[in-house]
């Protein structure tokens, strides 16, 4: 078991990429704490025999509040994965402010949010793993993503910085940059569009949230110790 | 609370912190060029000091508290005690 006995908090992590790797590394013998909105789904994931807390990642005085409560329950936190994410489409005459400030409220400052708190947490042990999940959209960009894509390259920006920051205190810091993955969250794009970016993917599928989740669990076990400040693509081949 | 604790409270929470002897910790110990601390240890001391004496510390203050010294003159002053 990779993970054996690690606190792992994955934000978002009730559905989509991840629920996947809430489970694998649940799978992997981490004690995984499931920080999401969705109420209902966190019932479901407890039933699985992992912990879930209800978290809004937008405000800083939830997650302090939360992460607290993690430590007390769990003593610290070795990892933490910033997965909670959301989309607003629309070409940016037609993006209203409420579209662009939510996606940057949760993606963006989300990831700053819980960051810096788990950060402080993780100083005190001299020992932590963060791994943000950014999109190939923060690095090619997209038509009709320009909130989505600002904040996905905000967060690379974010991972780059901490991991210079933090390598001192042997946090390590980490982004996965995913393709097109089959969640909710792409299920909604007309089927032209899917059938138009099939094309342009060299290994011709889709990629499975647990194509996602096999990555972040290399990135929080210790056979990466000696990566940091990298963004990985798992997308298929499409950005070469 | 006497003069003496609070002095051995800094020294012990500076202890803790930098992984130094409390030999090394004299008043005129500097922070950075006499007990090793980097950038990050002087952010993570001055949250050790909020905590242990429960006050905040503005990033100002904090800036000018370099050595062991003024660290302990300065929280003599804000608790109020001498």
């Known amino acids: ?240 | 609370m006497t003069e003496q604790s609070i002095e051995e409270r800094v020294k012990k929470v500076i202890c803790d912190q930098l992984g130094v002897e409390s030999s090394q910790v004299t008043p005129d110990a500097h922070f950075v060029n006499d007990l090793g601390a980097d950038s990050l240890d002087q952010v993570e001391l001055v949250m050790a000091f909020e905590e242990e004496f429960g006050l905040e510390i503005s990033d100002e203050e904090a800036q000018k508290l370099d050595t062991v010294g003024k660290v302990i003159e300065y929280i003599k002053a804000r608790t109020g005690e001498s």
């Open chain 1, 1 to 240: 078991m990779l993970l054996k006995d690690k606190v792992s908090v994955i934000t978002g992590g009730a559905q989509g990429i991840g629920r996947a790797i809430a489970e694998l590394f649940h799978k992997e013998g981490a004690k995984v704490c499931v920080c999401d909105v969705d109420e209902e789904k966190l019932k479901e994931v407890e039933k699985e025999g992992m912990k879930g807390y209800k978290l809004d990642v937008r405000k800083l005085e939830e997650v302090e509040k939360v992460f607290n409560e993690i430590v007390k329950d769990f003593d610290g936190i070795d990892v933490l994965v910033n997965n909670a994410g959301i989309t607003r489409d629309n070409l940016i005459i037609r993006m209203s402010e409420e579209e662009w400030d939510l996606v940057i409220d949760i993606n963006l400052k989300g990831v700053f949010n819980c960051s810096k708190v788990a950060s402080k947490i993780m100083m005190k042990k001299r020992s932590g793993v963060i791994i943000n999940i950014s999109s190939i959209i923060g690095q090619i960009g997209n038509p009709g993503q320009v909130n989505y894509s600002a904040s996905k390259a905000g967060v690379i920006g974010i991972t780059k910085t901490l991991a210079k920051e933090l390598a001192g205190r042997n946090i390590r810091v980490n982004a996965i940059a995913p393709g097109f993955i089959k969640t909710r969250m792409t299920d909604v794009l007309p089927e032209d569009v899917k059938n138009r970016m099939l094309e342009n993917i060299p290994l011709k599928r889709f990629g499975e949230p647990s194509d996602v989740a096999e990555l972040v669990l290399f990135l929080a076990s210790d056979k990466s110790s000696y990566i940091t400040g990298q963004v990985i693509r798992v997308d298929g081949g499409m950005v070469i």
